[in-house]
């Protein structure tokens, strides 16, 4: 899914545990280990929560995780709480000259 | 601390021209390659355009080769987006972004609050 179209969305109930994915290709998240996650409040810049797939960075609670299969990343949100509400891109290292492809978005929303 | 604020954003008429400003600040700005992200209203995030540190290297977003161009001035600690032939599919908030590749950071690491480009008649 590109993130030139609307994100898509995902719901959650406090406490539960989400998963949203993004799908490129062999050029991107197939090809590289430095898939980034990014949260961004309606207004605001989007900040990483995840980097290098599954890596995060100070100040990011453990709640949140990342993986990655062929083509595939994925953000886990576990324990869910009402400021989790955002909209997060998956974003891929794509090579040097095409080097992050925003490769697709969710809008979390906490019932 | 690290400042990213962009400038230059506002209202152009379709085949116009603007140019984005962003003043760095907080950090050795010739250490770290700049980039520039949009965001169409209400749509997702969309890279656009790269310049290396020393502004050797450029890169570009297929929609934009040719009519973007990116650029850096080290001694003033900035760079910039000049887009000529704005079509009304560039309207979108600007970000400016810092690239920390150089020091094997594969992600954007900070990013500035934003500019607005409106291409309307």
């Known amino acids: 899914q590109s993130t030139l179209t609307q994100p898509r969305s995902v719901s959650g109930s406090p406490g539960q545990s989400v998963t949203m994915s993004c799908t490129g290709t062999s050029s991107d998240v197939g090809g590289y280990k430095y898939v980034s996650w990014y949260r961004q409040d309606p207004g605001k810049a989007p900040k990483v929560i995840i980097y290098d797939v599954n890596k995060r960075p100070s100040g990011v609670p453990d709640r949140f995780s990342g993986s990655k299969s062929g083509n595939t990343a994925s953000l886990t949100i576990s324990g869910l709480q009402a400021d989790d509400e955002a909209d997060y891109y998956c974003c891929s290292y794509g090579g040097t000259y095409r080097p992050w492809v925003f490769v697709g978005g969710a809008k979390l929303t906490v019932l | 601390e690290v400042q990213l604020v962009e400038s230059g954003g506002g209202l152009v008429q379709p085949g116009g021209s603007l140019r984005l400003s962003c003043a760095a600040s907080?950090?050795?700005?010739?250490?770290?390659?700049m980039t520039w992200v949009r965001q169409a209203p209400g749509k997702g995030l969309e890279w656009v355009a790269n310049i290396k540190q020393d502004g050797s290297e450029k890169s570009y977003v297929d929609s934009v080769k040719g009519r973007f161009t990116i650029s850096r001035d080290n001694a003033k600690n900035s760079v910039y987006l000049q887009m000529n032939s704005l079509r009304a599919d560039d309207t979108a908030v600007y970000f400016c972004a810092r690239d920390p590749r150089l020091w094997a950071f594969y992600f954007i690491d900070y990013w500035g609050l934003g500019t607005l480009v409106t291409v309307s008649s």
């Open positions: 907080g950090f050795r700005f010739n250490s770290y390659s």
